[in-house]
């Protein structure tokens, strides 16, 4: 039977979503015990929210000041340390779950499986590849460990209405001192967060300029959604790279997607396979985008985006 390590995903004291996600995934693995664990320096909250998670059996804390910033380099060794005992160890597909996640897996010199999209059973797996243009079937060893990440896109999260024992861990290990915290350059913002908002309101090359931005982030915060770009916008610097949607980007599946002045490149649209509605609004009739949209607006974006405000 499996037992399942989940790396909990936490910032500023509060449980990313991503990891509820994640315990879906180990429910469908149909793992005998389903732990999270929690490295941080101030476990309570975290772990309190971890262990409301319904079908999580237990919650791991490992406190330690080292812990107080996800660094891969900092965290791995604790984890793998803490997955003794355990089948798999999972983490989210997420810019966090993809730092620590190799890292954890060449410690144990074990291959990773990433971005687990379905279960087919313990070992079998369904994944993305050539920017989501193509399903593969992967089979891991059964005879060892298996790290993987989980993309969160594929999953819901696992609802609350659990109560698991919280239990503290100490791990023996050396942590590495050629990695430390130096500064984290995050932008500030009110706005829900991109990878978990229900609502996503994007901006691509044809909004024009970092001013102009401001029509996106306006309509944005009228609906109370997060806001995205696709590459283009931000290699021309309208916005900073961490609201990239995409392939190289953020993977998201808001309820409502919002895509404003973006062609619908497929490198952008494998970041919104998952979304539900997607509403596009482009001024060229033959924009790819449109083959995606559920509601398309052809039309200067300019003119469209006030109408739509003045409507709401
Ligand atoms: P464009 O393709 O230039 O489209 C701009 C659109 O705006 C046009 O359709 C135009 O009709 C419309 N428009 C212009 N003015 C107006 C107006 N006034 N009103 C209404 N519509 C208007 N891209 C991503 O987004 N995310 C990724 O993660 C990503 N990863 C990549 C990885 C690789 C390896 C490669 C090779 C590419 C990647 N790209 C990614 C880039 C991708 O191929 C496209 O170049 C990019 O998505 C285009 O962005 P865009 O749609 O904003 O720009």
Redesign the pocket.
């Known amino acids: 039977m499996s037992k399942v390590l989940i790396l909990a995903e936490h910032l500023n004291g509060k449980l990313n979503p991503s990891t509820a996600r994640c315990v879906s995934c180990a429910q469908a693995i149909k793992a005998e015990a389903i732990d999270v664990l929690v490295l941080t320096d101030a476990p309570d909250a975290i772990a309190a929210e971890a262990a409301k998670i319904a079908g999580v059996t237990k919650v791991l804390t490992v406190t330690n000041a080292a812990n107080a910033h996800a660094l891969a380099a900092i965290y791995a060794p604790q984890v793998v340390e803490a997955a003794k005992g355990y089948t798999h160890v999972l983490a989210p597909s997420t810019t966090f779950g993809k730092d620590v996640a190799p890292r954890v897996a060449a410690l144990l010199s074990v291959g990773q499986v990433s971005d687990i999209m379905s279960v087919a059973d313990a070992h079998t797996f369904t994944r993305p590849i050539y ?1 989501g243009n193509a399903i593969v079937t992967v089979q891991a060893p059964a005879d060892q460990i298996l790290v993987a990440t989980v993309r969160t896109a594929s999953w819901p999260a696992a609802a609350n209405g659990g109560s698991a024992p919280v239990e503290a861990l100490s791990v023996n290990v050396e942590l590495p001192t050629h990695t430390r915290f130096v500064e984290l350059a995050q932008g500030k913002s009110d706005r829900p967060d991109l990878q978990s908002a229900s609502k996503v309101v ?7 300029s970092a001013e102009n931005f401001a029509i996106v982030f306006k309509l944005a915060d009228k609906i109370g959604a997060a806001v995205g ?7 021309a610097g309208y916005v900073p790279s961490d609201m ?7 993977i998201i599946a808001p309820e409502l997607y919002v ?10 649209l ?2 919104i396979k998952d979304a539900g509605t997607i509403v596009a ?4 009739a033959e ?3 449109f083959e995606v949209a559920d509601i398309g607006l052809v ?6 985006i006030p109408e739509i405000e003045a409507a709401i």
Not at 202 to 208: A, D, P
Not at 281 to 284: C, G, R, S
């Open positions: 920017a994007s901006g691509g090359r044809g909004v024009g770009a696709s590459r283009a916008a931000v290699d990239q949607v995409g392939q190289t980007g953020k895509a404003i002045g973006i062609s619908g490149a497929i490198q952008h494998t970041g609004i482009n001024k060229d924009a790819p985008i039309g200067d974006l300019f003119k469209i």
